[in-house]
């Protein structure tokens, strides 16, 4: 059973999302948060396996939220994904560097929706090739540098060109496909540099991809 909380400061919002999440037989919504205080405080109570974290909410904002979720050590197996209006929102680019697992747009249909609960509650992350890596492309090159940018000279060869593929939003089958060597052969590398680079999971790889020049932002343009 994948356990969901749902934090938004929209009640109407919170009653739609947990009616579709709570229809499905592997899924349920253990708690609720109208802001990002209270959506920390529950997080913490009741340790879930997703968390919904709406990006705007008044008093703590789910960015700070989710800051102090993904830098918890106790709440590792927590993933959040930032649920957002505007596909094109210049917090989510600080959230998924933060740790955010993905994003969602609100009016994301139905199936989409809980096929990223699952995705993300299996230990993937939520990266659409197209949307989130124009947002970061959009973001990298203008935002400040973060403090301690994890060294990527402690990859291999191998791990730094299977970096720079997920960055490109390949999946571990896709990557395999793209070097000739088995989709088992292609997680371990993926594994490898999550753990090298202290990434909590492929959105933060993607990050580092491009904050460390790996890739170059603007380069689907």
């Known amino acids: 059973m994948i356990r969901v909380v749902l934090a938004d400061d929209q009640a109407l919002v919170r009653a739609g999302f947990r009616s579709l999440l709570d229809a499905e037989p592997d899924i349920e919504v253990v708690g609720e948060a109208g802001d990002g205080a209270e959506a920390v405080a529950v997080t913490r109570s009741l340790r879930p396996d997703v968390v919904l974290m709406d990006i ?3 008093g703590v904002d789910g960015l700070e939220a989710t800051r102090q979720l993904v830098t918890d050590p106790e709440l590792a197996e927590v ?3 930032i649920l957002t209006t505007f596909d094109l929102d210049e917090y989510l680019f600080e959230a998924l560097r933060t740790g955010a697992s993905g994003f969602l747009v609100k009016d994301t249909e139905p199936v989409e929706l809980l096929r990223g609960v699952r995705s993300v509650a299996s230990g993937d992350a939520l990266l659409s090739p ?9 973001f990298a090159s ?3 540098a973060p403090v301690g940018l994890p ?3 402690a990859l291999t060869e191998r791990e730094r060109e299977v970096l720079a593929l997920v960055a490109e939003g390949l999946s ?3 990557i395999a496909g793209r070097l000739v060597v088995s989709p088992a052969t292609a997680k371990t590398h993926v594994s490898r540099a999550m753990i090298k680079l202290g990434a909590r999971d492929r959105a933060q790889l993607v990050v580092y991809a491009y904050e460390a ?4 932002p603007g380069w689907l343009s």
């Not at 197209?130 to 959009?138: P, Q």
């Open 172 to 174: 571990n089958v896709e």
């Open 130 to 138: 197209g949307v989130t890596r124009r947002l970061i492309a959009e």
């Open 213 to 216: 020049g790996l890739v170059r």
């Open 56 to 58: 705007r909410m008044p």
């Open 151 to 153: 060294d990527l000279g």
């Open 79 to 81: 993933h959040v994904v």
């Open 142 to 144: 203008r935002s400040k």
